[in-house]
Nanobody, 126 residues
């Protein structure tokens, strides 16, 4: 199975930037779709961004489109989430997820990912 480790969470002020990292280990060959999700206290988990690894095709939720960028470094099996223009409503625990899908269109925020990391906390203060 694939193991995921997130890092990069921190406390920043409104308008600040952060880059989250998610490094995959183990059976990484079984993974071709990865995503970032977030969950704030008292709220449901929300899909933020996804990337289909073979083509680097990406998708974003409307709430982060234009501010966040998901990318990958295949050499180090790491997916990044560059977050700019952070807002207090971005405050949440951010989780990395991974799975194998049969085609790129299935790699999206609604896909039921099977592998999850433990999360990294992002706090944005006003």
């Amino acid at each position: 199975q694939v193991r995921l480790a997130e890092s990069g969470g921190d406390s920043v002020q409104t308008g600040g930037s952060l880059t989250l990292s998610c490094t995959a280990s183990g059976y990484t060959y079984s993974t071709n779709c990865m995503g970032w999700f977030r969950q704030a206290p008292g709220k449901e988990r929300e899909g933020v961004a996804t990337i289909y690894l073979p083509s680097s095709s990406t998708g974003y939720s409307d709430s982060v489109k234009g501010r966040f960028t998901i990318s990958q470094d295949k050499v180090v099996n790491t997916v990044y989430l560059q977050m700019n223009g952070l807002k207090p409503e971005d405050t949440a625990m951010y989780y990395c997820a991974a799975d194998r899908v049969v085609e790129s269109v299935i790699c999206n925020n609604y896909h039921p990912f099977h592998a999850w990391g433990h999360g990294t906390q992002v706090t944005v203060s006003s």
